[in-house]
């Protein structure tokens, strides 16, 4: 039957999670890895699918958000304690429900406990993480919701933690060098800040990630035989999001369908949206998946 999408729990909601397309990028993990590596992690949720699907037993998260690796610590290492720390802040905001989330926002920046980051991301407008110049978090509180409720986080998180380990390797750092720590045994995943793999600054990332760089990392990892997948670019309708990789990394491309665009349908228009993910050649799997070598766009598409 394969893993389903609602048999994915997710710890925290997040924009621009892959939870949607998990089950169909886990895929192209090849039988020989024994670990999955996210320079990337956000929300984790390709390591969550993989575990779940059993793909593999280790897992390196990494994300250069130092305030949310802190949060993914303590889920895998304090579920407990984080879910009562949770429960005692939604039931604190109940009955003044905007004052409270400005409260708890201007602790987070002054203090950046990720408990705090926790309801922040429950409650924020589309699970956004957003900062202004002074580097503050400044997302507003969606105003039709409380966030998870208390009783469903608890459990959410001791699946999570269950799942990954507390074997699972936590870092902060530049994606270069968690690159530069990989093996032949490891698939990494990444899942570059959207558009990030862009010179200017995106206010919703610590720092963004230049573009020529990213793509000298992957000829790197190309050369040293280590499988890789990357969720990039993408479209809506006819409409390109971002830059193609290069041919020359011999990369296979598939368009995976993410759902209708919710801005199109505002405008009146019927439009699908698709993420590009671009897989390694040595994750050979991707040739049995209809995948196919990068010469133009479109390519084969891959319903999700």
């Known amino acids: 039957m394969g893993l389903k999408i609602h048999n994915i729990p997710q710890a925290f909601p997040y924009q621009g999670s892959k939870r949607k397309l998990a089950p169909a990028i886990i895929k192209f993990i090849p039988e020989s890895a024994h670990r999955l590596v996210e320079p990337f992690a956000g929300s984790a949720a390709i390591s969550v699918a993989a575990a779940f699907a059993g793909s593999v037993n ?19 290492h304090d579920p407990d304690g984080l879910a009562l720390d949770y429960m005692t802040l939604w039931q604190s905001q109940i009955g003044r429900e905007r004052d409270f989330y400005n409260q708890v926002r201007s602790d987070f920046n002054a203090s950046q406990k990720p408990e705090l980051l926790l309801f922040l991301l429950a409650r924020c407008v589309k699970a956004a993480i957003r900062y202004n110049r002074r580097g503050e978090f400044n997302n507003s509180p969606d105003h039709r919701r409380k966030g998870m409720m208390p009783g469903t986080m608890q459990q959410t998180l001791h699946l999570v933690s269950e799942a990954l380990g507390r074997g699972t390797r936590l870092t902060s750092t530049d994606y270069k060098q968690v690159l530069a720590g990989t093996t032949t045994s490891d698939f ?77 349908t505002l405008l009146g228009r019927s439009e699908d949206t698709f993420e590009s993910v671009y897989i390694s050649h040595y994750a050979s799997v ?10 133009s766009r479109p390519t084969e598409l891959l319903f999700a």
């Not at 990213?214 to 409409?239: M, Q, W």
């Not at 971002?242 to 665009?261: A, C, F, I, T």
Request: hydrophobic fraction near 40%; proline fraction near 5%; aromatic fraction near 10%.
């Open 286 to 295: 991707a040739q049995r998946a209809g995948a196919r070598p990068v010469k």
């Open 188 to 264: 990494v995943f990444m899942d570059p800040p959207y558009q990030g793999v862009a010179k200017q600054r995106d206010n919703r990332y610590i720092s963004g990630v230049d573009f020529d760089e990213f793509v000298c990392e992957l000829e790197s990892l190309n050369k040293r035989g280590i499988p890789f997948a990357v969720s990039y670019d993408g479209r809506t309708g006819d409409k390109i999001h971002g830059q193609k990789l290069p041919d020359h990394l011999q990369l296979y491309h598939v368009e995976m369908l993410v759902g209708r665009s919710t801005q199109a």
């Open 58 to 76: 280790e897992f390196w998260l990494n994300d250069a958000h130092a305030a949310l690796m802190c949060l993914w610590h303590r889920i895998i």
